[in-house]
């Protein structure tokens, strides 16, 4: 079994930064692609940005230049940087992972969730 568990939300300032960290446990062969998305209250959930296991990055129009997507897989550990946030960043965000377990099937997970909020 596998358990992602996510770190870094809170309350800040326009203007501000956050880095917000999801960590693999359990039984893990590797990790394959990573993907953080967002959840704001009304809203469909989007994709924010995403690493696959080659390195190549994606993000949404509306934080490029401003977030960054990182891994480091010797620790089963992926980050996502934050900076320049804005008030429409404030959401919910979710790490998924896709990953392959010991018994060698893939799966797949999303983290409990971490708030932030952007605000003055």
């Known amino acids: 079994q596998v358990q992602l568990v996510e770190s870094g939300g809170g309350l800040v300032q326009p203007g501000g930064s956050l880095r917000l960290s999801c960590v693999a446990l359990?039984?893990?062969?590797?990790?394959?692609?990573i993907s953080w998305y967002r959840q704001a209250p009304g809203k469909e959930r989007e994709l924010v940005a995403a690493v696959s296991n080659d390195g190549s990055t994606e993000y949404a129009d509306s934080v490029k230049g401003r977030f960054a997507i990182s891994r480091d897989d010797a620790k089963y550990t992926n980050f996502l940087q934050m900076n320049n946030l804005k008030p429409d960043d404030t959401a919910v965000y979710y790490c998924?992972?896709?990953?392959?377990?010991?018994?060698?099937?893939?799966?797949?997970?999303w983290g409990q969730g971490t708030q932030v909020t952007v605000s003055s």
């Open positions: 998924y992972v896709k990953l392959t377990a010991w018994n060698h099937f893939n799966y797949d997970y």
């Open positions: 359990g039984s893990i062969l590797s990790i394959n692609d």
